[in-house]
Each structure stands twice: as structure tokens, then as C-alpha cells.
């Protein structure tokens, strides 16, 4: 355990002092048009860290009407200069990394390595990669057969106006930048929407977007409450899309809120990804790959491998090496260089998450390390210890719910088609992970589970160019990829008469 003796850098902190006006509109931080203010809290430590802006419906109109303004000419910027401003904002990204990386940490509470080395660097490289397509976004030339006369049909990818992003705490600038990236890029604006609980890095970064050439009113950022900011983007009749990251009880509410507009969505929500070791597996490799799989960023990842089915001949082997390994993760404040594991973002997660502990033990199964809250330095800090599960049986609530915390269940299975099956038999299907040095198994398993993305021998793996989303109950649509960049278009064909 790291002690708390951490002191957050001045520029941070000239940062936060001006964090009530964090709502941006154009080129403009401003407070909210009601004035009221949502404190943001340092989960590590429970100190409060600044007083945001609590926008609503009014921030909300202002914004969607200055992004509407920006489209006009946004929209007729040629691919190759709208490409550029991303790149240039890619750059920029990487300038600040530093800067980005503690106010993530600051906020979110993960460690400041896994602040730097993957938000902020995968979002540098999703600006980037999405910079490339605007040159790239190109229709098709169709072979109609008209009843009369001769036509040339083509077809253009046109954008859809303004887009809501919703993004939630767990990472808020990678998941930010993954929405609103691919709907610049396609000639969108867009009003971004962070977690009341994670708000800073999202004004970041509009702001460096406005250093780095990106045009007032093209990235707009509105904070506040789910129920008041969020709620007011999904209602609004100007907006045309909106993409949303969250729980699937969220998601549920904005398909049904969206049915009186008929709002094109990209939903990615939640998970209970089954990360399957068989006996043919790199064992250490395997136990390696479920820890990193359930608790990065302390376990609050979408995909998080919650559910780990292990081969019953490796089972011991396999528990034998979590608990050791998980027993000697560091926890302490992200910011301290030592610290392996952060706080859970906010003390309604933690109790959520202790929640489950509770009824893992109350359901019968085992707990093997864990599920206690640290004591000493870290006593006001949203804390959980790395905690492993075994015996535990399909129908449990730790098995079956998303628990979005560093809570690992372990099963046990005896052949290749029982572990596919109960690793499908979930309302989820967002990923899976799959351990095995048998090629035509690990292909044959990978295409019979149910999940928008199947790792095999590594877990927790982003890439911008690998689409990301759910089967079932995890969503539709997809984030990063070119699909996720059609998402953003809509197609016109054009008919010229040739006659
Ligand atoms: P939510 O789904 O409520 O939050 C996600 C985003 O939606 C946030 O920006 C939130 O704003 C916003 N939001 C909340 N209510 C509304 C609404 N009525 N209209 C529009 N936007 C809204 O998740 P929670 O923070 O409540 O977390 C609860 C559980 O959800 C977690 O324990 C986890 O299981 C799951 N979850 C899954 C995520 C994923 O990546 N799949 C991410 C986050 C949570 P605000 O935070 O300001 O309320």
C-alpha cells in the first residue's frame, strides 16, 4: 500500500480553480446558464477537486445551436484540410499528455501509468486514425438498370448534423475521443457529455482542439447531470445522433426517449465477458491475462473478462497464481508512481461494488483474497482490494451481473462445448477471452462465442482500427473502425439521367 503522499502539479491546479465554467460552447468556457455548480471529488482521497458546472437544458440548446452554426461550414471543409485539423489535434494530444494524464488520474483515480500509457496515448492515436479517413470516405458507382433510358447512380456519405456523445467515468477522455473523433472526421459537429463524476478531461480537450485549429462551435462540451445535461442532448429535436456509453439500464431509457425523433444511436453498454483458460494453455500467461482482464482501471472497464472459466486440471494451478499475484498489487493514489491499482471512482461504485462482495459470500462461494476495503492511508479513499471468487455457479448475481468493479468470479468446466455454452448463456455479449495453444480450438471457440470482440492469449486489447461493441444486451453499433465512422454518415444515391 503507497502512501498519500502525493501533491497535485500547479498547472492541474490553476486548471481546476477555473473548473466552474466548464461548459464550452464555441470557443467560449462559461458556467452554466442556472449558475449551479456539482462538486468533483479526488477518489483516492475523498478531497474535493473543483466545482463544475451543473448544465442543463438551456447549455444544452446553446450548444446544439452553435454546433449547428459550425456544421455549415465544417461539413464543406475539404477532406484533406478536416483531416488535418485531427491530426494536428493527434499532435497536440501527445503535447499535453502529461497534463491529460494527471487530470485523468486526478478525477478517475487510475494509476498515472495507465493514464498516460493508454487514454491519453490511444486517444492521440484515434484522432489520428481518424484524421487519415476524411480523405478515404468515398461512395460507389452502381450498376442500375432503369426500366427507360440510361442512368449513373452514385452514391455520397453525407454527415448527420450534430451528435450527442454520453461518455462515462471510467475512461472518459479515450471514450470521448472515440465518439467525437469519427463524427468530425465525417463532417459532423458534436456537443460532448462527460460523467458528472469525470468532467475535466473532456474540457481539456475540447480546449486543446480550439489550440490546435479545430473551428469554435465544431466540439462544444456541456457537463452536468445524467438526468438534466444527458437527458436534455437525447431530447433535443436539433440533435441527429446520439452515441452513448454507459449501463444498459441507461441505454434502455435513451432507445425509448429517442422513438419520438427516431435518433440514429450507437450504443456500447454493459458486459460480463467470460475469459475461458483451457488445459492447453500457457497457464502463467493465462493468470496473467485474467488479472490484467479484470482489474484494469480497478475493474471498471465495459469489458472487463468478470467471468474467468477455468479448465477443471488447471483450476488450482490457475487460483493458486491469482491469488498470489493479486495479493501484491499496490494500491494507493494514481498519482503516486508505486501504485499499481487507484480507488474506485466514486463511493456510490464502491458501495455497489461491495454490494456484490456481500452477496458472493452470501451465495456460497468462496472468497480467496479481497473484498475488504484498505485501512491506514487509505481509509478515505473509495478503496477495494483486489478480490478473487472460486466456487462459484452460473446463476449467482456475481456471475450473472455487471459489477464494474475488481471483483474476479472463477468457474470451473470439463469440455470445450460446456465452456461456450455457459460462457454465451449471458444477456451480454460485449467480449471474451480465450487461453489455449490449439489453433483450430482457439478459431472454432472464437467463432462460437456470442461477443463483439474475441481475444485469444491476450486480453483488454483496443486498437482504433478494430471496431468495438456488443452482441445482445451489450448494444449496437460499433465504436472505433471504419464502421463506427459509417455510423456517423448517412447515404445519398444520386441519379443523373443520361439520356
Ligand atoms: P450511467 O449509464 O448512468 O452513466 C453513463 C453516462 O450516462 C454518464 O455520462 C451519465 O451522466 C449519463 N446519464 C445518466 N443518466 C442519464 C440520462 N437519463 N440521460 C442521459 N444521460 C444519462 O452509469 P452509472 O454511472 O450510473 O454507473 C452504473 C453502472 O453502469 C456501473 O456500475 C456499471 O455497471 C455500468 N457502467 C457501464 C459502463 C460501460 O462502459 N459499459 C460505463 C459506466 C457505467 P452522469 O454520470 O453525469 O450521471
Known amino acids: 500500500m503507497t502512501t498519500m503522499s502525493v501533491e497535485i502539479p500547479e498547472a492541474a491546479r490553476t486548471f481546476l480553480t477555473a473548473a466552474a465554467q466548464s461548459i464550452l460552447v464555441g470557443a467560449e468556457r462559461m458556467p452554466s446558464v442556472g449558475g449551479e455548480t456539482i462538486p468533483t471529488f479526488d477518489p483516492a482521497t475523498g478531497a474535493l477537486l473543483a466545482n463544475i458546472a451543473a448544465g442543463g437544458q438551456a447549455d444544452v440548446d446553446r450548444a446544439v445551436d452553435t454546433a449547428h452554426q459550425a456544421f455549415v461550414q465544417w461539413r464543406q471543409l475539404s477532406p484533406a484540410a478536416r483531416g488535418r485539423v485531427l491530426q494536428d489535434i493527434a499532435d497536440a494530444i501527445e503535447e499535453h499528455a502529461e497534463e491529460l494524464a494527471i487530470l485523468e488520474t486526478l ?10 500509457y493508454l487514454d491519453v496515448s490511444l486517444s492521440a492515436q484515434i484522432w489520428r486514425y481518424f ?15 432503369p426500366a427507360v433510358g440510361e442512368a449513373l447512380v452514385y452514391t455520397r456519405r453525407e454527415p448527420l448534423g450534430v451528435v450527442g456523445a454520453i461518455v462515462p467515468w471510467n475512461f472518459p477522455l479515450m471514450i470521448g475521443s472515440w465518439k467525437v473523433a469519427p ?17 475535466l478531461s473532456a474540457l481539456r480537450l475540447a480546449e486543446i482542439a480550439l489550440e490546435a485549429g479545430l473551428p469554435p462551435g465544431v466540439l462544444n462540451v456541456v457537463t452536468g447531470l ?8 437525447i431530447d433535443h429535436p436539433g440533435v441527429a445522433k446520439i452515441s452513448f456509453t454507459g449501463s444498459t439500464a441507461t441505454g434502455r431509457r435513451i432507445v425509448t426517449a429517442s422513438a419520438g425523433s427516431l435518433k440514429k444511436l450507437t450504443l456500447e453498454l454493459g458486459g460480463k465477458s467470460a475469459n475461458i483458460v483451457f488445459p492447453d494453455a500457457d497457464v502463467e500467461a493465462a493468470a496473467q491475462g485474467a488479472l490484467n482482464g479484470i482489474f484494469l482501471n480497478q475493474g471498471q472497464v465495459c469489458c472487463a473478462g468478470s467471468r474467468l472459466f477455468v479448465h477443471r486440471d488447471v483450476h488450482d494451478e490457475v487460483v493458486a497464481a491469482l491469488e498470489a499475484e493479486a495479493g501484491e498489487i499496490l494500491l494507493g493514489h494514481g498519482l503516486d508512481e508505486e501504485t499499481q491499482m487507484g480507488p474506485l471512482v466514486s463511493a456510490r461504485q464502491l458501495d455497489r461494488v461491495a454490494g456484490y462482495v456481500e ?6 462461494a468462496t472468497l480467496v483474497c479481497g473484498g475488504e476495503r484498505p485501512g491506514g492511508a487509505l481509509a478515505d479513499g473509495h478503496f477495494l482490494k483486489p478480490t478473487v471468487f472460486t466456487d462459484v455457479r452460473d446463476e449467482m448475481s456475481i456471475a450473472t451481473e455487471e459489477i464494474f468493479g475488481p471483483v474476479l468470479s472463477v ?18 455479449g460485449l467480449a471474451a477471452g480465450v487461453w489455449t495453444n490449439d489453433l483450430k480450438r482457439a478459431h472454432r471457440v472464437a467463432h462460437a462465442l456470442e461477443a463483439g470482440t474475441v481475444w485469444v492469449n491476450m486480453y483488454n486489447m483496443i486498437d482504433p482500427a478494430a471496431p468495438f461493441g456488443g452482441y445482445k444486451s451489450s448494444g449496437y453499433g460499433r465504436d472505433l473502425g471504419e464502421e463506427s465512422l459509417l455510423g456517423y454518415t448517412q447515404t445519398k444515391s444520386v441519379w443523373i439521367g443520361m439520356d
Open 226 to 233: 445524467g438526468p438534466d445535461a444527458g437527458q436534455a442532448l
Open 359 to 364: 452477496a458472493g459470500v452470501r451465495e456460497g
Open 411 to 428: 468457474l470451473t468446466f470439463d469440455d470445450e462445448s460446456e465452456a461456450v455454452r455457459r460462457a454465451n448463456s449471458s444477456e451480454y
Open 131 to 145: 484524421g487519415g479517413w476524411t480523405t478515404k470516405l468515398g461512395g460507389l458507382t452502381l450498376p442500375v438498370s
Open 183 to 199: 463524427a468530425l472526421a465525417a463532417g459532423n459537429t458534436a456537443v460532448l457529455k462527460p460523467s458528472e463524476f469525470t468532467s
Open 107 to 116: 478525477d478517475n483515480g487510475k494509476p498515472l501509468t495507465e493514464s498516460t
